[in-house]
């Protein structure tokens, strides 16, 4: 059972830079995709960026150019870097991890973290 800890987040103005980190525990963690989704209020959740476990990286059409997503499978860790923040991207952000299709529960996610850019 993978477990996901995330931290950063907070208050930016525009243009300003973030880096949200997930934590993760209790699995093979190098083993997983990971990434990172995004949910605004009354808005469906986003898929913002996903990093596959050979480091393939894919973004929404909304970030590419200003996010970045990594992992370091020694810490087991992954990051989202955010650049050039706009006020479009106010959302809680959740990491979350891929297990696969062979589990009957291939989806964890983090607790989530509130992300604010102002204008």
């Known amino acids: 059972q993978v477990h996901l800890v995330q931290s950063g987040g907070g208050l930016v103005q525009a243009g300003g830079s973030l880096r949200l980190s997930c934590a993760a525990s209790g699995s093979i963690f190098s083993r997983f995709a990971m990434g990172w989704y995004r949910q605004a209020p009354g808005k469906q959740r986003e898929s913002v960026a996903v990093?596959?476990?050979?480091?393939?990286?894919y973004y929404g059409d909304s970030v590419k150019g200003r996010f970045t997503i990594s992992r370091d499978n020694v810490k087991n860790m992954v990051y989202l870097q955010m650049n050039n923040l706009k006020p479009e991207d106010t959302a809680v952000y959740y990491c979350n991890a891929d297990r696969g299709p062979l589990v009957d529960s291939r989806y964890v996610w983090g607790q989530g973290t509130q992300v604010t850019v102002s204008s």
């Open positions: 990093i596959t476990s050979g480091g393939s990286t």
